[in-house]
């Protein structure tokens, strides 16, 4: 049986160690931490994301749904204090569970990757460019959003700052998303299986007062109160137009680090699950794994470049911005749905999935 090395049991590694091990490869996956979910501080969490749980279920091969994936019910926004009902509709967004539980989606896939026999080894972290390079050819690389393998590969990333905060929540897939003078990014609260995260984004490290201005606002609005925000940063893979790439020399990408990361909100599950099959689909054919690669990120580049320009806009300008677009979504009624469902297709993978099995 021909062996495949994986670095990284997160979302993109464990598809991709699943794909392989079904098709006969001795995988073996290699993680830093103690188990799955990167971030041990932040579990359980919840991201938010747009996916068709059905299309992804056969783009993968593996079932994904409920309890790890739910339709958002709600999503509550508020620009610039300006509340607003977003109309969510017909967008497929869904919300998340992260983390090592098997209600968590990285978990379940756990569970998944040990029942097709591939083996798991925890804290055995591959650590700089000269222990990378050693690694055998075709070694799937799929480490998320950690600047040392950025650095050790050589590719180029627009750090990103977060505080995020936790806690038990008796809501149940609703979402709020909140735009403010408080950051040039954006924050959001959501829930699931009785949990709830909030995240605060910003591509700049804030004030104090910025984030305690942001704590209020979301007491006062959704009624969540934070007593304790927890500091992080990572990279991107939104520095330069050339980010995505599949193959870094001798190795396969896969995951946030290959650049299949929706580089306007930052959206990195949908492609983190697409570029799993992609990368074990480059391990038999590098070729048909390039082409699958290419396809599923065909909006990338124009939305960074939308990225771009909304960075350099004057914040009044911004607020005008957001602002004016969602007056224009929220009073079309149907059609404002559509705009906002069709802003999704930008994510990587997502609605193009038939077109990639083929
Ligand atoms: C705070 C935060 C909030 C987010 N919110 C959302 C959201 O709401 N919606 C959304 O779509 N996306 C969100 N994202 C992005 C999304 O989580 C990632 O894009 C996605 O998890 C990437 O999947 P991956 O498989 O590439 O990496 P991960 O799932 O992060 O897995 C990487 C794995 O590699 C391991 N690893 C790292 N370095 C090494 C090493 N040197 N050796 C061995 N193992 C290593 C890690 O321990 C981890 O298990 C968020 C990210 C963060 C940090």
């Known amino acids: 049986m021909a062996e495949q090395l994986i670095v990284g049991a997160g979302l993109a590694g464990l598809v991709a160690a699943i794909t392989l091990a079904r098709k006969g490869y001795d995988v073996r996956v290699l993680d830093k931490y103690k188990t799955v979910g990167a971030q041990p501080e932040r579990w359980p969490m919840v991201d938010v994301t747009p996916m068709i749980p059905r299309a992804m279920s056969s783009y993968l091969d593996i079932p994904v749904g409920e309890p790890q994936v739910k339709p958002c019910k709600q999503l509550n926004g508020y620009f610039w204090g300006n509340p607003f009902h977003v109309p969510i509709e017909r967008s497929n967004l869904c919300v998340v569970e992260r983390g090592p539980r098997k209600t968590g989606l990285d978990g379940y896939l756990l569970e998944v990757a040990l029942a097709e026999g591939v083996k798991v080894e925890f804290e055995e972290g591959v650590f700089g460019q000269g222990a990378i390079a050693k690694l055998p050819a075709d070694t799937i690389i799929a480490t998320g959003l950690y600047a040392d393998v950025f650095d050790a590969l050589e590719i180029p990333y627009v750090m990103g700052w977060c505080y995020g905060a936790k806690g038990r ?18 924050a959001y609260w959501s829930n699931i299986n009785g949990i709830e995260s909030v995240l605060f984004f910003t591509r700049n490290p804030i004030k104090d007062s ?31 137009f050339s980010n995505p790439r599949l193959f870094a020399s001798d190795k396969i990408l896969a995951g946030t680090i290959s650049g299949m990361m929706e580089p306007f909100a930052l959206f990195g599950v949908h492609g983190a699950l697409v570029s799993g099959k992609i990368a074990a689909m480059a391990v038999e054919d590098r070729a048909a794994g390039l082409r699958e690669f290419r396809q599923q990120l065909t909006t990338w580049k124009r939305m960074l470049l939308n990225r771009k320009v909304y960075n350099k806009m004057p914040v009044a300008m911004r607020r005008m911005a957001v602002v004016t677009l ?16 069709g802003a999704f297709h930008a994510v990587p993978g997502y609605m193009r999935q038939k077109k990639g099995q083929t």
């Not at 149940?172 to 408080?182: K, L």
């Not at 984030?211 to 330069?240: H, I, N």
């Not at 969602?326 to 469902?341: E, F, K, P």
């Open 169 to 186: 929540g008796d809501r149940e897939a609703e979402a709020a998303i909140y735009f403010g003078d408080y950051t040039n990014d954006y």
């Open 210 to 240: 910025d984030l305690e201005t942001f704590t209020r606002e979301l007491e006062s609005t959704e009624g969540v109160r934070v007593d304790e925000w927890l500091y992080g940063y990572g990279p991107t893979p939104t520095a330069k």
């Open 326 to 341: 969602n007056n224009i979504l929220g009073s079309t009624g149907d059609v404002g749905a559509r705009m906002l469902a």
